[in-house]
C-alpha cells in the first residue's frame, strides 16, 4: 500500500529539548514536503527537498532544520523547541503529476 | 510574491443545493493550481488540479473547479452537496517557474446541512 508514515504521532515536550519527526514514504518520490497546520493560518511550508541532498525553505523554515540522504526518508529536526512551534505537522510527498499525499499528521505540544 | 486567499472562513448550504468554496490567488507567471480537503480523523487528500488546458477542471467526489486567469480565481464547485462533502477545503499555488514552493490558503469549512 502507498504511503507515508510519520512518527511519532503524538509528542509533548519541553522548550529546548531537541526533538526529531520521522517522515517516510514508500512511492519513490522525490519531492518531499513539511507543513505545519496552526487554526486560521491554513498549511505552512516549512522546507521542501527535490531529491536526496537537496532541500530548500519554504515559508516558514526558523526554528527546523531537515536532511535528505535517502530518497524514502525526510526527518524534521527541531534542535531548541519554543511554545510557539506547537503545532499539527504533516509530511507529504509529490508525484510527477504534481499531487501531494500526505502523512497522518503529528501532534507536537512544547510546554 | 505567491499568496492565496480564501475569503469565507465558513461555507452553508443545504444538502443538495449547488456550492462554491472561492478561492484567488497571486503568483508570477502561470500557476498551478490545487484543492484538497481535510475530512475529520482522515488526513489531507487530494481533489483536483489545474496544471494546463481546459479551464474547466474535474476531480474527485464530483468536485470541478473553473480557472480564470483575468480574475485570478480557481473555485471550487460542486453541483449537488452530500453532506458527506462537509470538511476543510483548502487552495494551493505553485509557481510554474523559478521555484517550488506551495501556498496553501488559509482553508474554509464547509457545513452542508440535511
Known amino acids: 500500500e502507498a504511503q507515508v508514515t510519520q512518527n511519532p504521532r503524538y509528542l509533548i515536550t519541553v522548550t529546548g529539548k531537541k526533538l526529531t519527526v520521522t517522515c517516510s514514504q514508500n512511492m519513490n518520490h522525490e519531492y518531499m514536503s513539511w507543513y505545519r497546520q496552526d487554526p486560521g493560518l491554513g498549511l505552512r511550508q516549512i522546507y521542501y527537498?527535490?531529491?536526496?541532498?537537496?532541500?530548500d525553505k519554504g515559508d516558514v523554515p526558523e526554528g527546523y532544520k531537515v536532511s535528505r540522504k535517502e530518497k524514502r526518508n525526510f526527518p524534521l529536526i527541531l534542535e531548541s523547541p519554543s511554545p510557539n512551534q506547537t503545532s499539527l505537522y504533516f509530511c507529504a510527498t509529490e508525484d510527477r503529476a504534481y499531487e501531494q499525499f500526505f502523512g497522518p499528521g503529528t501532534r507536537l505540544t512544547v510546554l | 510574491a505567491q499568496s492565496v486567499a480564501q475569503p469565507e472562513d465558513q461555507v452553508n448550504v443545504a444538502e443538495g443545493n449547488p456550492l462554491t468554496v472561492k478561492c484567488t490567488y497571486s503568483v508570477s507567471g502561470n500557476p498551478y493550481l490545487f484543492w484538497y480537503v481535510q475530512y475529520p480523523n482522515r488526513g489531507l487528500q487530494f481533489l483536483l488540479k489545474?496544471?494546463?488546458?481546459?479551464?474547466l477542471v474535474k476531480g474527485s467526489y464530483g468536485f470541478e473547479a473553473e480557472f480564470n486567469k483575468s480574475q485570478t480565481s480557481f473555485h471550487l464547485k460542486k453541483p449537488s452537496a452530500l453532506v458527506s462533502d462537509s470538511a476543510l477545503y483548502f487552495c494551493a499555488v505553485r509557481q510554474n517557474t523559478g521555484g517550488f514552493k506551495t501556498i496553501f490558503g488559509a482553508g474554509t469549512r464547509l457545513f452542508v446541512k440535511a
Open positions: 489545474y496544471i494546463t488546458g481546459d479551464n
Open positions: 527537498s527535490m531529491n536526496v541532498e537537496v532541500t
